[in-house]
């Protein structure tokens, strides 16, 4: 009998040490974090682009952890790091931990001109924009009062004399034509017009499933990028012939015509496309986004939209008729820009990132593998209550001096050594739109129930329509 119980407890155990080291074996030998892949390739994709980001991270941080939890999105196995900790973690580590990672779609459609199998580092385009030093305030502070001008007349050509408009119509092709001008030195009514349709599907491309068969959403967006390739494959010809000629170099597209590697060699034209596509589509979505749903939020709201216009109003009391706006102004749209920052909060105009893991690393007790993607996305802090107190509401007070929500827990560009390039490019030409705005109209939302569309790039569905009236 003692024979026999030494020998099952002998099996329970052997049986327990092949159960754990099989799991072992699986996980690689670590403690992954909870959560689960989801369904064989496609994993939890449908439920990430097709479901409320919120919702989505906010089900599985109550499921299996509010730290982090481990998912397969678009093809990758990811840990989703979450909430102020994980953003403080994240931004701090960057290429200490991780690398910038774009979903393969992205890869896709912002490199035609790679040939080989391994995509270069996506750090690529950032550096280019970054070290020239393009959107650093000295540069910006020149581009200021063509800005202004811009919003000026587009708002004159698309509004003047018009008792109902659209705005998110409005807000892509002031967009379009500020970043045109900005990076391509362009401004050419027709083809922005025809760039607009386009880059409208290649942000919706950028994250959807990689089935390039007619009627997919990724089809859509590969022949809409064929087509803005195209396009500025001419507009790079025309510049090259103009430099030729002595023309203007001082945009991003002359720079990257005239720029060498350390072995002297210039980028190919192709390559240059690819990068412009990358830069305009990055400042594209997100700018005109914000535009469109801070014009709903002050449209609901009348104290919100009076302080805003006495704030520009005053502003514009202290120029000459015709004087444009100057660096000075921009400081003085305090309130202005907490209204930009509370209509970021609530609708979000870039959900988040992806980063590549570049050694493994332990989070929150967590073992994170190499070569996993991990993913940060505002929606983890932005409409907590424990952060901001009732987060439905619009109230562009909470970003008052002294009331500043906690580190981390806002951070609608990103932070650290990635953050947004363009945050401050961003700043000036929302601004300059809302001064030009509210100095000429105010406006009544017609459909404050209106659906919005999209959520990793939301968008009403009838475009906001409003009532205008002209002061
Ligand atoms: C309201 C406007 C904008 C918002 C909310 C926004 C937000 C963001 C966020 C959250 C990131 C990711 C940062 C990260 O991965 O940690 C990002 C990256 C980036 N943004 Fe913006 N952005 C805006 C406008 C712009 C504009 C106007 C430009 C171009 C002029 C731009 C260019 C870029 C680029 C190139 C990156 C990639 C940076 C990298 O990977 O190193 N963005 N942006």
Known sequence: MEILAVAFSLTLIALTFIFIT?????????????????????????????????????????????????????????????????????????????????????????????????????????????????????????????????????????????????????????????????????????????????????????????????GTVFYRANKAAAEIRKELLSVIQEKKRAMADGGPMQDILAHLIVVTDPSGKSMGEAEIADKIMGLLTAGYSTVATTITFLMKYVGLNSEIYEKVRAEQMGIA?????????????????????????????????????????????????????????????????????????????????RYDEGEAPPPYTYVPFGGGPRMCPGKEYARLAILAFVHNVVKKYKWEVLDPNEKVEGDMMPEPQKGLPIRLFHH
């Open 22 to 214: 099989r799991r072992r074996a699986d996980d690689g030998g670590a403690k992954l974090p909870p959560g689960t892949f989801g369904w064989p390739i496609i994993g939890e994709t449908i439920e990430f682009l097709y479901g409320t980001p919120e919702k989505f991270v906010g089900d599985r941080m109550k499921k299996y952890s509010p730290e982090i939890f481990k998912t397969k999105i678009l093809g990758e196995k990811t840990a989703v790091i979450c909430g102020p900790n994980g953003h403080k973690f994240l931004f701090s580590n960057e290429q200490k931990y991780f690398t910038a990672f774009r979903p393969h779609p992205m890869q896709h459609l912002f490199r035609s001109y790679q040939t080989t199998a391994a995509p270069p580092p996506p750090a690529d385009l950032t550096k280019t924009i970054r070290q020239p030093g393009f959107l650093k305030p000295e540069a910006l502070a020149r581009y200021l009062s063509k800005m202004d001008s811009i919003a000026q007349q587009q708002l004159q050509a698309h509004w003047a004399g018009k008792n109902v408009a659209r705005v998110y119509p409005l807000a892509k092709t002031v967009t379009l034509t500020l970043a045109c001008q900005f990076f391509l030195g362009i401004n050419n009514p027709g083809r922005i017009a025809r760039l607009v349709k386009y880059f409208d599907d290649v942000t919706l491309g950028m994250h959807s499933i990689m089935v390039n068969l007619p």
């Open 317 to 397: 009391a202290s120029k000459k008729p015709g004087e444009l706006l100057e660096w000075e102004d921009m400081a003085k749209m305090k309130y202005s820009w907490n209204v930009i920052c509370e209509t970021m909060r609530l609708v979000p105009p870039l959900q988040g990132t992806f980063r590549e893991v570049l050694t493994e690393f332990n989070y929150a007790g967590y073992t994170i593998p190499k070569g996993w993607k991990v993913y940060w996305t505002v929606s983890t802090t932005n409409t907590n209550p424990k952060y901001f107190k009732d987060p439905e509401k619009f109230n562009p007070s």
